[in-house]
């Protein structure tokens, strides 16, 4: 069965850099979640789209934003990247329209930032 | 205090075992709960969702106490393979984003 893809799978970057991280959801799912899991920590929510809407807002800094497109496919762009915001980072997809309340959320292998 | 609570462990069994987890929840308006599997620097696994009073599925089992506001998740029949992080997660009809527990480290030995 299709998972949910996301890209680069690895990124290095510099400081004060800009990066861009893209999520593809499992077909026909309409919902998409970011999360962000340093060292040693449980994955926190940043933020989550239903139907290219926002639908939800966690701990995401002002300098993170994201946006889910037409075909469903979310991007998250962050800039000014700072050493803390080394992690990584995952993008979990589910379908509110079929099951209703709740939706199951299904992860992707996540793209994991190192900030130097 | 984190609004989901889990006992980081490791537990350390031997192959064959029986193990149980519990994690704790503090926000009452949670509604849906799951357990994740986590192995080392990869993505989260969906094991089991627990809506109503409890889920099995083989060797699993999970059970859900509203009142008391807990989840427990029990492992028969340890696996080398079980070895891994289980992450308990909690989420409301308002916001169906995923509050995780720091998750619970199991060893299986041969």
């Known amino acids: 069965a299709a998972g949910v893809i996301q890209s680069p799978r690895h990124l290095i970057k510099e400081k004060r850099e800009t990066a861009t991280l893209k999520c593809y959801p499992i077909p026909r799912h309409d919902t998409v979640y970011w999360y962000q899991q340093g060292p040693g920590q449980d994955p926190q929510f940043l933020i989550s789209f239903y139907e290219k809407m926002q639908s939800d807002k966690g701990s995401i800094p002002d300098r993170f934003s994201a946006q889910q497109f037409s075909d469903y496919h979310s991007e998250l762009n962050m800039s000014s990247l700072e050493l803390g915001d080394s992690a990584l980072y995952f993008c979990a997809s589910s379908s509110l329209r079929l099951a209703g309340v709740g939706g199951t959320q299904y992860f992707g292998p996540g793209t994991r930032l190192l900030v130097l | 205090r984190k609004e989901v609570e889990q006992d980081p462990g490791p537990f350390n069994v031997p192959e064959g075992a029986t193990v149980a987890f519990n994690c704790t929840y503090s926000n009452s308006a949670s509604q849906s709960f799951f357990w994740y599997r986590q192995d080392c620097r990869k993505e989260p696994k969906l094991l089991m969702s627990?809506?109503?009073s409890g889920n099995e599925d083989g060797r699993f089992t999970a059970q859900l106490n509203r009142a008391s506001q807990y989840i427990s998740l029990l492992i028969r029949d340890s696996k080398l393979s079980d070895s891994a992080t289980y992450l308990c997660a909690a989420s409301m009809d308002s916001s169906y984003k995923l509050i995780f527990g720091s998750g619970t480290r199991l060893l299986v030995r041969p």
């Open positions: 627990v809506y109503s």
